[in-house]
C-alpha cells in the first residue's frame, strides 16, 4: 500500500510519537515508499526529529534504488545531532553497506563509542557481504584484528575464522582474539589460537603471552598458566599481576603471596604497581591469610613506594571482615 497524498492530514494522532509509531509500522511491512513520503511530511511539519524518527526512514532508504535518499538523510540526522545513538549508527552502517559503501559503513562504525552485539553483527554482514572472507577487499590491518575479536567476543567464530583465513596472521588479531576468548572463557577456540601462535612463531611476544595465559586462568587451567608465564622470556609487570591474579581467583593465595616477593628479585627486576599489590592482597582474602596481608598493606609503602588507595584499604578491610576482625577494620581509618 502506498500512502495517499492526503493521509498525513488524516491520521488522529500527529504528535511526532505517534507519527514515529507509524512510520516504524510502514518500515515493518516493508511499505519502504509510504514510509518515506510520510517522513517527508513530518520533516515539513516538525522542527525537532528524533532518533525513532530516523530508524525506520534509514530501514527503508537502504530498500530504495537510489541512495541519494540515504544520503540526505544522514546529512540530516549531523544537522540535528540525532546521528550520535548506537541504534542510528548501526542503521547507517547497514543502509551504506546495501548501498555498496563499505568505506562509507566503516567509518560509520569508527565513530561509534558504543558498540553492540547488533553493531558487530551489522559490521561482520557487511565484510562477508563485500567479500572480505575470500580475497582482501578490505586492507585495512586494523579494522580486521577489531573485526576478528568483535567476531569472538559474540560467538561468530566461522566469520572470526573466515576473516583470518583471508590474511596472514599477526600477534596483535591473536592478541585481540585471545582477549576475547578471555572475557567469554572460551577455552576451546582459545587453545585453537593457541596453535595458531605456535605455528606461526607469535609464542615469543610477551603482550600475547600476558593474555594467553589470563585466558588459561580464567578457564580454569592454573598450571597451563604457569607454564606459559615460566615460558615469557621477557617478563613485564603486566605478566607477573596477571599470574599472581590468577593464583588469587583460584585459592592459592601462597603461591601468589610466594610469586609477589619474587618481584624485584635479582633476575626479575619487575617491580610491583598498584594494581600487583591488589591483586595480592586479593589473593590473601581469599585465602585467609589475614596476618600476610596486613604486614603487606603495612609494608607497601615503605618496601614498594606504593601509597595505598581506596580499593586497597577496601580490600584490607575484606581480608579482616572474612577474618572475623571487624572491629580491626576501624583501624586503618583511626
Not at 519502504?32 to 510520510?38: K, M, Q
Amino acid at each position: 500500500m502506498f500512502i495517499h497524498g492526503n493521509l498525513f492530514d488524516e491520521l488522529p494522532h500527529r504528535d511526532l510519537y505517534s507519527l514515529n509509531s507509524q512510520l516504524a509500522s510502514y518500515s515493518r511491512d516493508g511499505n519502504f515508499l509510504a514510509t518515506w513520503d510520510l517522513f517527508s511530511r513530518i520533516h515539513s511539519a516538525f522542527f525537532e526529529l528524533d532518533a525513532y524518527t530516523f530508524s525506520p526512514v534509514l530501514r527503508a532508504c537502504s530498500a530504495l534504488p537510489d541512495t541519494k535518499c540515504g544520503r540526505q538523510v544522514h546529512a540530516l540526522m549531523i544537522k540535528t545531532g540525532t546521528d550520535l545513538g548506537t541504534i542510528t549508527k548501526t542503521a547507517l552502517m547497514d543502509m551504506y553497506s546495501k548501498y555498496g559503501c563499505l568505506g562509507e559503513s566503516v567509518k560509520v562504525f569508527e565513530e561509534m563509542e558504543v558498540r553492540d552485539v547488533v553493531t558487530w553483527n551489522a559490521l561482520v554482514s557487511s565484510f562477508l557481504r563485500h567479500g572480505l572472507a575470500k580475497g582482501s577487499a578490505w586492507k585495512d590491518e586494523v579494522l580486521r584484528n577489531s573485526l576478528i575479536a568483535g567476531c569472538v567476543k559474540h560467538g561468530r567464530y566461522e566469520e572470526a575464522f573466515l576473516v583470518m583465513s583471508s590474511m596472514r596472521p599477526n600477534a596483535v588479531a591473536l592478541t585481540t582474539a585471545l582477549a576475547a576468548c578471555s572475557d567469554n572463557s572460551d577455552l576451546w577456540i582459545g587453545m585453537q589460537i593457541h596453535c595458531v601462535a605456535l605455528r606461526f612463531g607469535f609464542i615469543a611476544n610477551t603482550q600475547l603471552c600476558n593474555v594467553l595465559l589470563d585466558m588459561y586462568a580464567k578457564c580454569g587451567r592454573i598450571l597451563k598458566s604457569r607454564s606459559i608465564f615460566d615460558g615469557i622470556c621477557h617478563k613485564t609487570v603486566v605478566s607477573w599481576t596477571s599470574m599472581i591474579d590468577a593464583y588469587g581467583r583460584h585459592g592459592h593465595g601462597e603461591e601468589a603471596l610466594k610469586l609477589f616477593k619474587e618481584m624485584g628479585q635479582e633476575g626479575s627486576r619487575v617491580l610491583p604497581n598498584s594494581v600487583t599489590l591488589l591483586a595480592v592482597l586479593s589473593a590473601c582474602g581469599h585465602s585467609g591469610l589475614v596476618k600476610e596481608g596486613r604486614e603487606l598493606f603495612n609494608s607497601a609503602r615503605e618496601k614498594y613506594g606504593l601509597d595505598p588507595n581506596q580499593e586497597h584499604y577496601s580490600c584490607l578491610i575484606d581480608i579482616l571482615g572474612r577474618a572475623g576482625l571487624i572491629r580491626r577494620c576501624m583501624v586503618p581509618f583511626s
